[in-house]
């Protein structure tokens, strides 16, 4: 049975395989640091991003950039294609992310940031349906 992934699990992958760059390109060295398999061995690491890479491919997110190692053409990094950048921009960085949580727990929490909350996720994620909606509970469901 193959393996097929969803337009925003393959997003986050390559948003996994470029960590915190800002190139176009990113070494196999770079993406098995980034993904946490630095440590692990070099042809098991390359078994895992082919397949990978085989799993993303459909999206069009980047090209392969080979080079020839005894006398084998072999993967030596990716390159951004144009959809590729779109995705990386439109996603925060794991920093912005970090710093972003930091900011919320000092935020006063309203139903006006709550609502520029749901904007932001709707611009970010036009494939869901996200829907805010409050209502007044009836006088005997509330309690004080």
Partial sequence: MSKR???????????KFYGEST???????DIFVNT?????????NRAWLYNMMSNLKPFGFFEKEYEVRNGVRAT??????AKGRQVL?????????????AVEEMREVSFTSVLEDVRALRTRHPEF??????????????SM
């Fill in 129 to 142: 349906d996200i829907i805010f909606d409050v209502r007044l509970k009836k006088e005997e469901e509330v």
């Fill in 89 to 101: 921009s439109s996603q925060p960085s794991l920093a912005f992310e970090r710093q972003a949580d």
């Fill in 36 to 44: 946490g398999r630095e440590d692990k061995d070099e042809h098991v």
């Fill in 76 to 81: 030596k990094g990716i390159r951004l294609t």
């Fill in 23 to 29: 190139s176009d390109y990113v070494s196999i060295e």
């Fill in 5 to 15: 992934f969803l337009k925003i699990t393959a997003e986050n992958w390559l948003k």
